[in-house]
């Protein structure tokens, strides 16, 4: 079998940053031809790697998982999950498997993000847990639950999260359409699918589980909604990822009212950019008069009255409900002022590298954290803190909206002696309290907006 592998499979092998392995190829003509894949991403045979690592003496391993999955990827992509669900492997490497497999199809699985799961897990607990579109598993398998129950419309999807969680129970089928979930539990996990307007809206008019109201058919979200609250016992916890938009689209207002009205909603946290995470708890005592709406992951806290949000639109959007208290803008006028830019100037290229490569030469233990709190620990004697910080913090920012799967490590940073790594990270520091001040900024033109709006301020 002609086993396979691409640039980053290589970088794995050889423990370096794939701006080695690009190194590679341009500075050695006896570097092995690519024999498919494309231009941006080309695949070379395995045993060709192999062979020219062993040439050129650089140290390299191929785990048995690694050599595994360099004879899956050679299956047809379309049939790289059927392959991946009959491979004969013990759990966890299965697992390394399957970690591969959502890197090659993150755009087609559109996994839920490590960082987005620990938020949801950390509002939910109970014995038992339902996730009614769990994919492959990730949301359950994670969860501290002694019992989970997952339905999950692809076949293939639910036969690889059998393989990964062989006491839940895992049914396949439509979880709108045809319900295999015959039990509540204590809570409700999902990610469920966006925008799908063939989610079924004409199939269940008469439907049960639209307590709330009858989704229109351009709100599949809150079918999903409902469904979930239909799936939780008596004051059961639900917690689904939604997107931004569902909570101020219009045709969905006289739903988002009625679980307002009727205590269902709790809060809505802005979890990413464009994604919120609703927390649900199905009806049991008295209604609160008060919900959460959180601009970023935090503790559950009401800050909003219901009764402020049951207007004609019933947005629940977290940016359009909190910072409105007209003395926070009086108490910052007086004082706000931004910092100044870094003295910048235009220069001749430099050697490049990679943060991993920068993290590898260095370790020690001063810790750096980066914006999505992954924590790096090396020698400042090696390695500037404000210079690493800062290339973490850049990496993240030119990353498209919505973009999921950032190998942060691959990020390519300029090569530079201590001293001037000195320098960037001073610029870097400059450049970060700048940020942190045009965003003290908006929120401060927020509240002067909301202020002038409800008549609290008026012009001096």
């Not at 785990?63 to 299956?75: C, H, K």
């Not at 870094?342 to 991993?356: H, N, V, W």
Request: proline content about 8%; some cysteine; aromatic content about 6%.
């Amino acid at each position: 079998m002609d086993e396979t592998v691409n640039a980053g499979d290589i970088a794995r092998l050889a423990d370096v940053g794939r701006a080695a392995v690009s190194n590679w190829r341009r500075r050695f003509e006896d570097f092995p031809s690519p024999v498919g894949g494309t231009a941006s991403s080309p695949l070379y045979l395995l045993r060709d790697v192999e062979a020219w690592l062993r040439r050129n003496g650089k140290p390299f391993r191929v785990s048995p998982a690694e050599r595994l999955w360099t004879q899956l990827r050679t299956v047809d992509d379309l049939r790289l999950g059927d392959a991946l669900a009959a491979v004969n492997a013990d759990p966890v490497t299965f697992e390394f498997l399957h970690e591969r497999y959502l890197e090659a199809h993150s755009r087609l699985l559109n996994p839920t993000p490590p960082e987005v799961i620990d938020i949801v897990l950390a509002t939910t607990d109970g014995d038992t847990v339902i996730d009614p579109a769990c994919g492959t598993g990730s949301l359950l398998k994670a969860s501290a639950a002694r019992h989970k129950v997952g339905q999950e419309l692809d076949p293939v999807s639910a036969v690889i999260a059998r393989r990964r969680m062989p006491a839940a129970q895992i049914i396949t089928g439509d979880s709108l359409r045809h319900n295999g979930i015959t039990h509540q539990a204590d809570a409700v996990i999902c990610d469920p699918p966006w925008h799908d307007r063939t989610w079924g809206h004409e199939d269940l008019i008469g439907d049960a589980r639209w307590t709330y109201g009858l989704p229109p058919r351009g709100e599949p979200e809150l079918a999903w909604v409902q469904h979930c609250l239909s799936l939780a016992k008596p004051g059961g916890l639900v917690a689904v990822l939604l997107p931004s938009a569902a909570a101020s689209r219009r045709p969905g207002k006289r739903i988002r009212g009625n679980l307002l009205r009727a205590g269902a909603l709790r809060a809505v946290m802005t979890v990413q950019p464009g994604r919120d995470l609703w927390l649900l708890r199905n009806p049991i005592g008295r209604t609160p008069e008060h919900i959460a709406l959180l601009e970023n992951p935090g503790p559950i806290e009401p800050n909003t009255r219901v009764i402020d949000l049951l207007d004609d639109d019933v947005d629940l959007s977290p940016a359009r409900r909190t910072g409105t208290d007209a003395s926070a803008y009086l108490a910052a006028q007086p004082t706000f002022a931004l910092p100044s830019l870094p003295a910048l100037q235009e220069q001749s290229g430099l050697p490049m590298t990679t943060i991993g490569d920068l993290v590898r030469t260095a370790p020690g233990n001063h810790v750096v954290t980066s914006p999505t709190g992954a924590t790096y620990e090396i020698n400042p004697r090696k390695l500037d803190p404000d210079f690493l910080e800062g290339v973490l913090r850049a990496a993240f920012a030119r990353t498209p909206t919505g973009s999921t799967r950032l190998d942060v490590r691959r990020t390519q940073v300029p090569s530079l002696p201590l001293d001037e790594q000195r320098r960037y990270g001073h610029a870097f520091a400059q450049l970060k309290a700048l940020e942190m001040g045009l965003e003290d900024a908006a929120a401060l033109v927020r509240l002067g907006y909301g202020g002038l709006l409800s008549g609290q301020i008026g012009p001096a």
